[in-house]
């Protein structure tokens, strides 16, 4: 596939230390919360920053899906993504789940459900969760 935009993020020091993109843009220090065995520290992690990302990504598509059928997403329309943390069951490390919540005020329910249906096509995000997507790991 054509590559259109690359970025890259780096941390330091795992779930309790501090993470960068490439730019400084995003600038964030990185805590274990306390559910996980924690302290509970002001900061953030990295299930936190995928809910934003997976929600942000699913509601460009939503957009996307929706100029093509010339349909306004109203402003305040939202995408929550949960995201959960916990051991697989097949005891050798952890997975996550994800579900969606999307709220488009004002949009006929039949209309919405067709175009988060073709939004849930259209994201890579969604796309990536559903299929087996080889990540290549490198060491540098």
């Known amino acids: 596939m054509p590559i259109l935009y ?3 993020g ?3 020091g795992g779930r309790a230390g501090h993470g960068a993109s490439e730019d400084g ?3 964030v220090t990185l805590t274990v919360p306390k559910a996980l ?3 509970g520290a002001t900061g953030t992690n990295p299930e936190q920053l995928f809910a934003v990302g997976y929600s942000a990504c699913f509601l460009g598509a ?7 059928e010339k349909v306004k997403i109203p402003e305040d329309a939202r995408v929550t993504a949960t ?15 994800v579900a969606l919540s999307v709220d488009i005020p004002g949009m006929d329910r039949a209309e919405a ?9 259209v994201c890579p995000y969604s796309h990536a969760m559903r ?8 060491l540098a």
Do not use: M, N, Y
């Open 6 to 8: 690359t970025t890259k």
């Open 25 to 27: 843009v995003l600038d």
């Open 131 to 138: 299929t087996a997507t080889e990540v290549p790991v490198t």
């Open 37 to 39: 065995g924690g302290d």
């Open 83 to 97: 995201v959960g943390i916990g051991p697989r069951e097949d005891g050798t490390g952890f997975g996550i789940e």
């Open 10 to 12: 780096s941390a330091t």
């Open 62 to 68: 939503l957009k996307a899906v929706a100029a093509k």
């Open 113 to 121: 459900e067709k175009l988060v249906a073709a939004a849930h096509i």
